[in-house]
DNA sequence: CGCCCTTCGATTGTCTAACAAGTACACATG
DNA sequence: CATGTGTACTTGTTAGACAATCGAAGGGCG
């Protein structure tokens, strides 16, 4: 008997798979989710629905008022930059306390050699090693709380590459040659220069995913001067 | 009439109620709280008591297992340490960023003063302006996601602190000495002794309060020679 | 006499059915 | 055209019920 991986919990089962269609884009950003709806396509009882949708609305993948039905939150520019300041924040000072005892973490040594590995061009490819260099990092300094709120921002993360999806906002070279960078200067025990350049490496992300939503990208959208081509 | 709370949905009030039970102690750590209990007390039916448990659940103050009975949560003493690292973590990078702009936000300052102010020897008064001071800062920097997590943490740590209430870990006159020469390194943009200063300040309650839980404090407890009294 | 197994109570997970209350949108009215 | 009304849809909450599971108490066996 190897099938057996149901999750114990209904509610449970049903969250992961609203999570999964979310991510995946099968429900994009501001599709709605009657708890009828969820019921009935699920084949469970209404409170078992509602009760899935409130787990959504916790971890913040749904949005919902009193009496209102639940949508899949739609992140606008200012949300974006938003949680790419919290990412900021957070893996910033990270690195400046890896860097104190040079500890690189295997795991994001690995992801980036995936990154290096990745001959296809398909963007979003990219995504998950590139998400796993990062947790990586977080991960590295063992502390279960801070793991997971770097989490609960990585899921916003992915909701907002999925309505991206199609074009590449960034090269994948310069991605793995930054992140190299970032290790190095780790393993150097040099935290500033490394928190610097992660501010740089996000802080070009940011406003491009802003602008490709719409929005109108800062300076931080531009390369540094020296890494211009020609 | 004017006992009617219902604020606007049953379960966030009951959960609000149970929360502010938990926070004074009134429900202690470990104190299990039964679906029915729950349902009983406030007269409401069982799914109503469930939601509400679940959604302390959410928040990291109420433990359960799947059909175990919710109990509050009990911090021993590796999750002190992992919940003050976490607070040294975000709050230590706010400080960095807030000195970059020599920002010193009017609500920590006030909150400092509240400190000095202080002449009561209960030891718990203190706690309130102190909670007070970091979270101004904390929300100076305008990261609605950092906030959020930081809350979260604070509510841990309130959670701590009414396990220890009686005795005071450590004297209002350092607290409030310490919180003022951080402000001053704001202002002086110097945000790296800042945050060095804010390592210690936030370690020494950390080993403190471990210590009070029944754990063996690390050195950081002690007071660096340069303040050793004599 | 102590240990393992069974049984039983308590508790949670889930369901069905139902009513109340609130929202949103179409429709009729001025 | 603006406004009020009403109706359908959706959610909030309740009641009662049954199955599954966990924890502890009690009995059988070595």
């Known amino acids: 008997m190897a099938g057996r991986i149901t999750a114990v919990s209904i509610v449970d089962a049903i969250a992961a798979d609203l999570r999964a269609r979310i991510f995946s884009g099968d429900l994009g950003s501001g599709h ?113 709380r801070i793991s997971r709120m770097y989490r609960s921002l990585v899921g916003e993360v992915k909701l907002c590459m999925v309505r991206i999806q199609s074009l590449h906002l960034l090269d994948t070279a310069l991605i793995q040659a930054e992140h190299q960078r970032i290790l190095e200067l780790i393993e150097a025990g040099q935290g500033d220069a490394a928190a610097e350049l992660l501010d740089e490496h996000l802080g070009r992300a940011r406003e491009r995913l802003v602008s490709a939503m719409g929005g109108t990208a800062g300076p931080e959208a531009d390369l540094p001067s020296d890494l211009l081509p020609e």
């Open 32 to 144: 709605t989710l009657t708890e009828t709806d969820v019921a009935s396509t699920y084949e469970v009882a209404r409170p078992t629905a509602k009760a899935s949708i409130e787990k959504l609305v916790a971890e913040g993948l749904l949005d919902r008022g009193t009496h209102k039905t639940a949508r899949v939150v739609e992140l606008g520019p200012d949300s974006v930059r938003d949680i790419y300041l919290a990412r900021a924040y957070l893996e910033s000072e990270v690195l400046r306390r890896l860097a104190r005892t040079k500890d690189v973490p295997e795991g994001a040594v690995q992801a980036n050699r995936d990154i290096a590995a990745l001959q296809t061009g398909a963007p979003l490819d990219v995504i998950e090693p590139d998400m796993r260099f990062h947790t990586s990092l977080i991960d590295a300094v063992g502390n279960e």
